[in-house]
């Protein structure tokens, strides 16, 4: 039977995630699996600052690359500390296409990711990347609630 | 933990069938993780007694019959099933339950105190690849547990 290899793990850098890596790394020590960290920035919209120069825009894009990327890089130190094989991707887009993406490429055997739980009315709803990714993606996934489990 | 380092958590998986294909698919991908982690598998299908008596030519013993034949049959799959996992050395056993299919699912989720739920997206109920499975879908959202989903084969 074939082994999990490579498990995928999407990060907003969020507190919906933690339980999600918590889980995968956990995962990933038990399967003597390794771990690809991957962060999809969806660049800022150029409409949030109408009217401004197009400069700023892109000035305003290398500084949220930047911080993503570092936060990126913070987190793979902090998984790193967790004693497990980890590597780290990043990229730009829509969340959910380049989740699906990224477990192609990676050739993931599991992807494990946080759905927004929250607690009340919205519990009912799994967060719209979560959804799209457990209906199109070909390995299996694995969602962790942010709360409540 | 010393034992978390081992089994990551998961002692327990339960694997909800409808005997479907998608079913099967996630029973293959449930033993996987169960052989790795070593844990145990439960595998759990629901009855859904559909009221034939209500109308038409059914009697309620000859409907009493029907619903025995359906428990018959399953309780074959769920062995020859549990079998399967078995053969490769990874502990099984299965639970049949009546009732609605997503309650059920979670109340045996709860039960057992299963550390991971593993489900096929699509079941015998799946009729759009746009939309993810019913009770699949409720059951992500109900789970006192994390869920593994599924998807069958394109």
């Given at each position: 039977?074939a082994?999990?290899r490579r498990?995928?793990?999407?990060t907003?850098f969020?507190?919906?995630?933690?339980?999600?890596?918590?889980?995968a790394?956990?995962?990933?020590?038990?399967c003597?699996?390794?771990i690809?960290?991957?962060?999809v920035?969806?660049?800022?919209?150029?409409?949030?600052?109408?009217?401004a120069?197009p400069s700023?825009?892109?000035?305003l894009l290398?500084l949220?690359r930047r911080?993503a990327?570092?936060r990126?890089?913070?987190?793979?130190a902090?998984a790193r500390r967790?004693?497990?094989?980890v590597q780290?991707?990043f990229?730009?887009?829509?969340?959910?296409?380049?989740i699906?993406r990224?477990?192609?490429?990676?050739?993931?055997d599991?992807i494990?990711m946080?759905?927004?739980g929250?607690?009340?009315?919205?519990r009912?709803?799994l967060?719209s990347?979560a959804e799209?990714?457990v209906?199109?993606?070909?390995c299996p996934?694995?969602?962790?609630?942010?709360?409540?489990? | 933990m010393a034992?978390?380092?081992?089994?990551g958590?998961?002692t327990r998986?339960?694997v909800?069938?409808d005997?479907?294909?998608?079913?099967?698919r996630?029973?293959?991908?449930a033993?996987r993780?169960?052989?790795?982690?070593?844990a145990?598998?439960?595998?759990v299908?629901v009855?859904?007694?559909?009221p034939l008596?209500?109308?038409?030519p059914?009697?309620?013993k000859?409907?009493r019959?029907?619903?025995?034949?359906?428990?018959?049959w399953?309780v074959?799959?769920?062995?020859?099933?549990?079998?399967?996992?078995?053969?490769?050395g990874?502990?099984a056993?299965?639970?049949?339950?009546?009732?609605?299919p997503y309650?059920e699912?979670?109340?045996?989720?709860?039960?057992?105190?299963?550390?991971?739920i593993?489900i096929?997206?699509?079941?015998?109920?799946?009729?759009?690849?746009?939309l993810?499975?019913s009770?699949a879908?409720?059951?992500?959202?109900?789970?006192?547990?994390?869920?593994v989903?599924?998807?069958?084969?394109?």
């Amino acid at each position: 039977m074939a082994t999990f290899r490579r498990i995928l793990h999407p990060t907003d850098f969020s507190r919906a995630s933690a339980p999600a890596l918590r889980r995968a790394v956990a995962l990933a020590k038990a399967c003597r699996a390794q771990i690809v960290l991957l962060h999809v920035m969806t660049p800022p919209s150029p409409f949030i600052g109408e009217g401004a120069p197009p400069s700023s825009y892109a000035d305003l894009l290398i500084l949220a690359r930047r911080s993503a990327k570092r936060r990126l890089a913070a987190a793979l130190a902090r998984a790193r500390r967790e004693r497990v094989r980890v590597q780290a991707i990043f990229a730009e887009g829509l969340p959910a296409d380049e989740i699906l993406r990224a477990a192609r490429r990676a050739r993931a055997d599991l992807i494990v990711m946080g759905t927004h739980g929250r607690t009340g009315v919205s519990r009912v709803f799994l967060g719209s990347v979560a959804e799209r990714v457990v209906r199109e993606s070909r390995c299996p996934v694995l969602t962790v609630r942010a709360r409540g489990r | 933990m010393a034992a978390d380092e081992v089994t990551g958590g998961v002692t327990r998986l339960l694997v909800p069938t409808d005997f479907s294909a998608g079913a099967e698919r996630a029973w293959a991908e449930a033993r996987r993780l169960a052989a790795q982690l070593g844990a145990e598998l439960v595998l759990v299908h629901v009855l859904v007694e559909t009221p034939l008596y209500s109308e038409g030519p059914f009697t309620m013993k000859q409907a009493r019959g029907v619903f025995d034949a359906a428990r018959a049959w399953a309780v074959k799959a769920l062995g020859e099933w549990t079998a399967t996992a078995a053969a490769a050395g990874i502990s099984a056993r299965w639970v049949l339950r009546t009732g609605v299919p997503y309650k059920e699912i979670v109340g045996a989720a709860a039960r057992e105190r299963a550390d991971l739920i593993v489900i096929g997206t699509h079941g015998r109920g799946g009729l759009d690849r746009a939309l993810l499975g019913s009770v699949a879908d409720r059951v992500i959202r109900l789970a006192p547990c994390p869920v593994v989903t599924v998807r069958d084969t394109e």
